[in-house]
């Protein structure tokens, strides 16, 4: 089976702010450098063969790839199907700005099984999750039988959970993901496990500061 490391990137300018990143180049924060060092350090340490590192080419996301492909001695692969969800105009908003510039999309976004719901000037839900869907895809067919690590975002990997697993991951927005925690899934052409969800061992406590809700 090819098992696939899923990792949020470090604590963003975003994060740090409570406001939602979508497609935008935040920064990575001090903190969110020392969450992916930390990370870095755990995965070369470990001893596992990884045999390749897939990320986002969102900046908060690379640069996190960037620093742990170091420690592995390896090339991060971008792939633009890693990519957060497009918020559109929501991008930079906290919260309660979202929910007073577009009072009607807030409503609608409330529902999170409404798949048809379009973020204004952003993406559809439903075709974020099928985009995550192909790009999961295409990376375990490219490694059979293999270890890999893919750093990304919240929402992403959401999507790629509720993917791989629809009747464990029904409520896709509900599992917290902080920021540099580490999620293992096993998958094969017939079946995928869970193995290990939102670990943060490595990080002393660090791992979730400054999270926006839903916001990758």
Known sequence: MTQL?????????????????????AELTPLGRVQAEAVARRLAESGEAIA???????????????????????RPIPHEGLREINFGQVDGLSLEEFRAAFPEHFARWLDRSDLSFVWPGGER????????GRAAEEIVARHPNET?????????????????????FGDWWSYELGNCALTR???????????????????????THGEATDAG
């Open 185 to 207: 899934v096993e998958v094969d052409s017939s079946r995928a496990r869970l193995l290990v969800l939102n670990d943060t061992a490595h990080l002393d406590g660090g791992g």
């Open 52 to 74: 390749a590192l897939y990320s986002s080419p969102l900046r908060r996301a690379w640069d996190t790839a960037e620093i742990i492909g170091r420690a592995l001695n390896l």
């Open 5 to 25: 490391i899923l990792m949020r990137h470090g604590q963003s300018v975003l994060n740090e702010q409570g406001k939602w990143g979508g497609w935008s180049s």
């Open 125 to 132: 839900r439903a075709d974020f999750f099928r985009r995550v």
């Open 148 to 168: 890999v690590v893919v750093v990304a975002h919240g929402g992403t990997i959401r999507g790629i959970l509720g993917h791989f697993l629809p009747a464990e």
